[in-house]
């Protein structure tokens, strides 16, 4: 099977979803064209994931799809973009057809719910890797960015942290709890909180996702706009299957250290944080503030990430 | 080295080249933003390299990192599109200093000529594998497509071809002679024709670049158009150096299935020919002419392509 074949037998399906009202010319010519809203900028980033690096040799077909594809979104979300398409550089060492199968599957499920067309790509034989770069749009000017947190403004968090890294004890379990369950699921099958980051647009003065735990991924804005942050640790939102499975000390290190759980880190200026909608208010819990200085403060910092090679995401 | 102290020791230095004014924010964000010109659309394409399959595993870094970006420069010419920026998702097996000293001065050196500035990427541990995302413009509506060609149009192509493919039996030579030096440097600092594709906008009726071969190349517009050309064998313009080391036979089946050339080949009707300004026609030769039917006829179209597993160029 050529490449031609391969793309047009298992990717095309993926065509028409997602926003293709903007997208003036997808797959199948040398580029591909991309209307942008007017008064709006492109927002875009690429992630690598690399077998035996950032996912094991034998990880299912359709949870990579869906993952690489969420993995890549969550950073459009920390930009409060909304999502428009996406390209996919896939490096394979065989054309297997139920890998394929299942790969297109859970990428197309992806697609469709956060909106992405698939516009382009290129497939090359070689060690499995993918490179996703996703685009999106924001009205000029409105782009969360790290480097706008201000002394006074609240540090929150959204959702509950620790369960991606929890995760990592049960992937081989075969007749996973209830509780386990809740894990793996987060950890399988992410969800990059894309309708939380736009309705953050006007009011964050700085946002991430937290990829690589929150104390990490805290510290890129703290470092970026030259502030501290004093953590309040009984604010930090634990997940209950995580008290349970593996007491609220653990708990408490893996929400502070764990990654993968693609969350939003924000800051925000106490009057915003007021004049926020209630449904938005309550997907966010105030963990601390910003201050003078540098550095996270108010909970044990010393402990490292998580030692899994997790899903890598940088811009 | 870390990951972001290996970004910031070797790829700063691109920041700063190609089209920055139109680059909101470049690396170190969640994202990248980019602002594209009113009334123009964005046009991009993603090229993947993989060490051992695109390119030999102890290939010079610096033409490498040339070589990259000059074959996803060459789809924007392609489509007639303005260079803006470009992506880097970089997979390599350990952080080699004299490596990355020269694969990002190669980059930079390609950066600085084509007048793409690095917005962002993604730098992993895992095989050595590169894949480049260029970002380009357009007014709106005036790209060049692959599916415009037309009965009766006229078949032209950019330079001389077969020369990269050429190239190929004089990889290893250690002094080589001057018209194998030709050959070389056509094989390993390919120039894609952008102010060609540009000058071409309003002119061509269907375009894409020489990276297959041109039989194969002219058969990918062929049949989006659902058309079919007829050459003039005589008029396919063949290197004097590649005539002089492998005989006027040889040059003409290197001319017609040898890639990696990055030439232009288009579409014009006769009108659209005779109105070019002369400063663009004497980059062009006109090799035969549009039919009706499909496929390529006048040449010999049995021989296969190089053999050589080439550098893959598909959006």
Redesign the interface.
């Known amino acids: 099977m050529g490449?031609f074949e391969l793309i047009r037998r298992y990717f095309s399906p993926l065509n028409g979803q997602g926003r293709t009202d903007l997208l003036?010319?997808g797959?199948?010519?040398?580029?591909?064209?991309?209307?942008?809203t007017?008064d709006h900028?492109?927002?875009?980033?690429?992630?690598?994931?690399?077998?035996?690096?950032?996912f094991p040799a034998d990880y299912d077909a359709g949870r990579l799809g869906w993952r690489a594809l969420a993995v890549a979104a969550s950073?459009?979300a920390?930009?409060g973009?909304r999502p428009v398409c996406f390209?996919l550089?896939l490096?394979l060492p065989a054309a297997d057809p139920s890998w394929l199968q299942g790969f297109s599957g859970g990428l197309a499920r992806a697609a469709r719910q956060f909106g992405l067309a698939l516009?382009?790509?290129?497939?090359?034989?070689?060690?499995l890797?993918l490179?996703l770069?996703v685009h999106?749009e924001?009205p000029?000017g409105t782009?969360l960015?790290?480097?706008g947190a201000g002394v006074g403004d609240l540090v929150c968090v959204s959702g509950v942290l620790g369960e991606a890294g929890a995760a990592l004890d049960y992937l081989g379990v075969r007749r996973p709890s209830a509780d386990q369950q809740v894990l793996l699921q987060r950890y399988h099958e992410p969800v990059p909180r894309l309708e939380l980051g736009m309705a953050l647009r006007a009011a964050a003065t700085a946002?991430?996702?937290v990829s690589d735990g929150l104390v990490a991924d805290l510290g890129h804005i703290l470092e970026?706009s030259g502030v501290g942050a004093e953590l309040d640790p009984s604010a930090v939102p634990l997940s209950g299957a995580v008290c349970r499975l593996c007491g609220p000390e653990r708990a408490m290190e893996l929400a502070l250290h764990g990654g993968d759980d693609y969350e939003l880190c924000i800051t925000i200026s106490p009057e915003s944080w007021d004049a926020l909608p209630a449904s938005v208010r309550t997907q966010l819990s105030i963990i601390g503030k910003v201050v003078d200085g540098q550095g996270v403060a108010g909970v044990d910092t010393s402990a490292g990430s998580s030692g899994y090679d997790h899903f890598?995401?940088?811009?």
């Open positions: 490449e003036v010319l797959p199948g010519d040398d580029c591909a064209i991309e209307r942008v007017p900028h492109l927002v875009f980033s690429v992630d690598t994931l690399v077998e035996g690096v950032h950073d459009l920390a930009m973009a390209t550089a490096t516009a382009g790509g290129d497939t090359t034989r070689g060690p890797t490179s770069q999106g924001v000029a782009a960015l790290r480097s946002a991430i996702d970026a890598g995401s940088e811009t």
